[in-house]
């Protein structure tokens, strides 16, 4: 029976790498740029503006990185721009069994696109299409569950009055 190499290919294993907050695309490019390989799982999201991204980390503040231990690429990493630390335990770092991170990028891969909470920003002016109360005009104040269900203001009797909506009940 054959044994797995622990040390993975070429003696280079996988370790987390924790980033300041939202450099994961700077240390992964920085990294790239010093011929390390890098793994930075995302997620696709619905976008309303053309100059945010259609992608996200899926782990907020990682992503991984494919060193030698035992060369001096590990110390050159740890001074990168944006990088907090290398993730570690009794100051030893982590190695993350390439089969993880395998079985990560296979999931992403398969996971559907992420939808926004609602598409609708607070204090938009918004039309009430169906329902109860079809036909009036209200202002969003905030997107309540990821099923779709917002808060609208609606001017009642003289006053505001919230309302719990479902967002396809509603247009801009």
Do not use: N
């Not at 993975?8 to 992964?28: D, I, S």
């Not at 309303?48 to 030698?68: C, G």
């Amino acid at each position: 029976m054959a044994v797995a190499d622990e040390t993975g290919v070429g003696g280079k294993r996988w370790f987390a790498l924790y980033t300041k907050p939202h450099k994961e695309y700077m240390v992964q490019g920085l990294l790239r740029d010093r011929q390390v390989e890098t793994y930075l799982p995302e997620i696709a999201v619905a976008v309303r503006r053309r100059d945010r991204r259609d992608k996200k980390p899926f782990f907020p503040h990682y992503l991984f990185a494919r060193l030698d231990p035992h060369g001096d690429q590990m110390a050159k990493v740890r001074w990168t721009p944006g990088l907090r630390r290398v993730v570690s335990a009794g100051g030893q770092p982590i190695p993350i069994p390439d089969e993880v991170v395998s079985h990560i990028r296979r999931r992403l891969e398969t996971m559907v696109e992420e939808k926004p909470a609602s598409p609708f920003e607070h204090g938009e002016l918004v039309h009430v299409t169906r329902g109860p109360f079809e036909g009036l005009d209200a202002m969003f104040d905030r997107a309540l569950s990821p099923e779709g269900r917002g808060r609208v203001l609606l001017e009642l009797m003289g006053r505001l009055v919230a309302a719990d909506l479902d967002v396809g009940d509603l247009q801009s």
